[in-house]
């Protein structure tokens, strides 16, 4: 028996774990302190109603003989219509048209930003965007994949643009996580033309893209001509309506989308149904009431909430004279630490001074290196008293 040595190349700690171990220790030594946590990117909000009274119905089915779901349809890799319809209108209002065959619901984007690494050779190179989410560079350290960094920096607003890097697969997130840094339609054009110059494929993290308010930005990739022949898109009902305790996602591998002579839907589809069964009946009958008039009506109106509280995070720091980025299409905001101070000294000072958790920019790259990462994921009154927080610590 041989371990897979890969592992072994990991970083010791997962980022958050190491935040949530700093953070139990520090609440356990300060229990009369109230510790307010802006890092990691976990909802606040209650579900929209829509979303739960059609989970109840999907429960009450299951109560029932002449109702009961066991497995969903095979056809769809255990997908209902329902909800595949609810998707397709949902990216039709954004110019974009998908057949059923083309999406595929999974427990979240997470999974299959991981999971989409199955239909790929071991010796492709991958180009990830650093700073950026840890899954991207995780994953790929366990299969033993050769990782190259497209910086991210002030310099280029942290939207790094293809350099001519020697590249199979391309990892892309916008809205990005963790510096809430947004591509242009026009800037995506130039990642897909590339990726086609090279026969490349792009895996797109769009599960922040209900944040997106300005029109000049890119919802879906799928908005730029020629994407289907070359990017799969990830996406998720985690963020866009709450569902990070819920677990449901979908990705779009477009049927235009060949490589070798085969076709990457095909081997996507042939992976998810040996590997996986399926969402819950109940968790997909709630994703598909997101997107109904009423549904998207609602999720609106939590998706309003944390853009206040990030508009109140970034006046904040505008009035402290802190340089940051985001906030304003994304629910992220990414703050340079006073001082030039490096970012896991920072997070124990404002810890200790101001009992404050965010999440230290050097863990999701070395480009994050002096950098911060405050989530708007919270509640007002902790937005407000942490900001509050930060004004008293940091000003004058």
């Known amino acids: 028996m041989k371990i897979n040595s890969d592992f072994l190349n990991l970083k010791d700690n997962y980022l958050f774990a190491k935040v949530g171990e700093k953070t139990a220790a520090y609440r356990k030594a300060h229990p009369e302190r109230r510790v307010i946590r802006l890092s990691i990117g976990d909802v606040t909000r209650p579900l929209a109603p829509v979303a739960i009274e059609a989970m109840h119905r999907a429960v009450d089915d299951l109560s029932r003989k002449e109702t009961f779901k066991g497995y969903g349809p095979d056809r769809y890799c255990y997908a209902y219509e329902s909800l595949l319809e609810s998707i397709k209108g949902s990216y039709a209002r954004k110019g974009v048209s998908l057949s059923s065959d083309e999406i595929f619901v999974s427990d979240g984007a997470k999974s299959d930003l991981g999971n989409l690494l199955d239909i790929f050779a071991k010796d492709n190179t991958v180009l990830v965007p650093d700073p950026v989410y840890p899954v991207y560079v995780d994953t790929n350290v366990m299969a033993g994949r050769r990782i190259l960094y497209a910086a991210a920096n002030e310099e280029n607003g942290f939207l790094p643009m293809p350099d001519g890097a020697?590249?199979?697969?391309?990892?892309?997130?916008?809205?990005?996580?963790?510096?809430?840094?947004?591509?242009?339609?026009?800037?995506?054009?130039?990642?897909?033309?590339?990726?086609?110059?090279?026969?490349?494929?792009?895996?797109?993290?769009?599960?922040?893209?209900?944040?997106?308010?300005?029109d000049s930005l890119a919802r879906s990739i799928y908005q730029t001509e020629g994407a289907k022949d070359c990017a799969i898109e990830i996406c998720s009902f985690s963020k866009t309506a709450g569902f990070t305790g819920v677990r449901c996602g979908y990705t779009v591998v477009p049927k235009a989308l060949v490589r070798e002579g085969t076709s990457l839907n095909r081997l996507w589809a042939r992976r998810q149904s040996t590997k996986f069964n399926g969402v819950s009946y109940v968790s997909q009958m709630g994703a598909a009431a997101v997107f109904s008039e009423e549904g998207e009506r609602q999720i609106a109106e939590n998706i309003a909430y944390y853009r206040e509280n990030a508009r109140i995070i970034c006046d904040t720091l505008d009035k402290l004279h802190i340089a940051h980025t985001g906030g304003k299409n994304s629910p992220y905001v990414w703050m340079k630490c006073p001082g030039g101070k490096d970012s896991w000294a920072f997070f124990d000072e404002l810890l200790e001074n101001a009992d404050i958790v965010g999440t230290p920019g050097s863990g999701f790259g070395k480009n994050g290196e002096g950098y911060f990462r405050l989530t708007a994921f919270g509640t007002r009154e902790d937005t407000l008293e942490a900001c509050e927080r930060l004004r008293k610590y940091l000003g004058d």
């Open 166 to 214: 020697e590249a199979d697969i391309i990892y892309l997130c916008s809205p990005n996580n963790p510096t809430g840094a947004a591509y242009t339609k026009k800037q995506l054009a130039a990642w897909v033309e590339y990726a086609k110059a090279r026969d490349a494929v792009i895996l797109y993290d769009a599960a922040y893209e209900a944040f997106v308010t300005d």
